[in-house]
């Protein structure tokens, strides 16, 4: 992420700062889904969350899955697989 909120005003990377140069990655490991889904209830109950989600700080990654079908801002997109995208931050 390279701002703090994402959707509905969720606060997923509080760090995050669009002119810093870096990207906030947000992590959520399989084994944590259920724990993510309930941070993504409270924030959307108003709630605080008392854990913080894991992320890095990266200048680009690269991503690789197994779906044809995936986002970019908001614009579904559809491609062969495995996809492959490369993100970097261009200051």
């Known amino acids: ?3 703090a ?3 509905p005003n ?7 700062n669009v002119g810093d140069g870096w990207l906030d990655l947000v992590l959520v ?3 944590e889904r259920k724990q993510f889904a309930k941070f993504l209830e409270n ?5 605080e969350n008392q854990n913080q989600l ?3 700080r990266v200048k ?5 899955w197994h779906s044809p079908h995936y986002h970019v801002d908001d614009q579904a997109q ?3 697989i495995p996809v492959k995208i490369k993100i970097k931050v261009i200051p």
């Not at 969720?10 to 995050?16: E, G, K, T």
């Open 1 to 3: 992420m390279n701002f």
């Open 5 to 7: 909120l994402a959707g």
């Open 10 to 16: 969720m606060n997923l990377a509080p760090q995050a």
């Open 29 to 31: 490991q399989k084994a």
């Open 43 to 47: 924030i959307l109950r108003g709630q």
């Open 54 to 56: 894991n992320t890095r």
């Open 60 to 64: 680009e990654l690269e991503v690789e």
């Open 78 to 80: 559809e491609d062969t």
